[in-house]
């Protein structure tokens, strides 16, 4: 029996590597501890690009890497091309000089509308005619790698920095006042969790494109995402992605942004080449810019 099970595991093994070896092999990190269903946006659509460029490119290979680690720490492994192929983040001029990206916004612009996730019973504190002033006064959370820091201290927003799956913990023993979240966050993030609640009446908005981003010397693999969401936009299959993916669907009206106050701010770490993919309509929800 035991021989059997060496020689089915031995089996199952060289299937595998034989599988990874007839297609491109991409590997992207997950986490086990502190699982996020929000990424599956990200994996489902590079899965597309993929898909879209088996003609070209041949067959594709996904394999998730369960390692913890922060966002900058992947990018860190993306940049040293230790074990992680590809990685998304919002995109700075840090990352585009550290690593390859591929400039076409993964959120068609939702990463820069900012809407809060607050303590359940302290919505009295966030009126609608809450003067900018007033606002700062109070102090936003936000994780200690994420470019939104630099961002938000450069419109003078006050900021507490922790890791990321602490933040919600950090708000609850009043370590900050307010959690600012991307249009499609904060409801996956609140719930079954009666202590917060989503503010109705505030939102930040700024340009900030999320990206796909490779290693350096990944151009094969940057040119076949950048050919792959491409395709995918100009066929319409982007759109719809966008339009009925789980965490993105109906976002807008759930948002109800129309009747916030919104805020608008400067981002300075915006690079040349990505102010340049601004003026491309077909790339941005026009409803929220």
């Known amino acids: 029996m035991y021989v059997k099970k060496i020689t089915f595991m031995t089996g199952c093994l060289l299937l595998l590597s034989h599988l990874v070896a007839a297609n491109q092999l991409v590997r992207y990190n997950i986490s086990e501890q502190y699982p996020d269903p929000k990424q599956a946006y990200y994996i489902d659509l590079l899965a597309l690009a993929l898909e879209e460029t088996k003609q070209e490119y041949g067959g594709y290979f996904m394999q998730p890497i369960p390692v913890e680690m922060s966002q900058g720490r992947t990018s860190i492994m993306v940049e040293l091309d230790h074990g992680i192929d590809v990685t998304w983040r919002m995109t700075s001029a840090d990352s585009e000089n550290r690593m390859l990206a591929v400039y076409f916004p993964l959120l068609k612009g939702l990463m820069g509308n900012r809407i809060f996730i607050i303590r359940k019973g302290e919505q009295s504190r966030f009126p609608k005619d809450i003067t900018f002033s007033a606002l700062t006064d109070m102090i936003a959370g936000q994780g200690h790698d994420w470019p939104d820091n630099e961002i938000l201290h450069h419109n003078e927003v006050k900021v507490t920095t922790g890791t990321g799956h602490t933040l919600l913990t950090m708000l609850t023993k009043g370590r900050f006042d307010y959690f600012p979240r991307a249009l499609h966050e904060p409801w996956i993030e609140i719930k079954e969790k009666p202590n917060y609640v989503v503010e109705s009446n505030l939102m930040f908005q700024y340009p900030a494109p999320l990206y796909f981003f490779v290693n350096k010397e990944n151009t094969h693999l940057r040119d076949r995402i950048t050919l792959g969401l491409n395709k995918a936009l100009i066929n319409g299959k982007f759109e719809t992605f966008f339009n009925e993916h789980p965490i993105t669907r109906d976002i807008l009206s759930s948002a109800d942004i129309a009747n916030r ?29």
């Not at 805020?263 to 080449?273: I, K, Q």
């Not at 340049?276 to 309509?281: F, L, Q, V, Y």
């Open 261 to 289: 106050k919104v805020f608008y701010f400067e981002n300075p770490l915006l690079t040349p080449e990505t102010k340049s993919i601004i003026a491309d309509k077909r790339l941005w929800l026009n409803k929220v810019e």
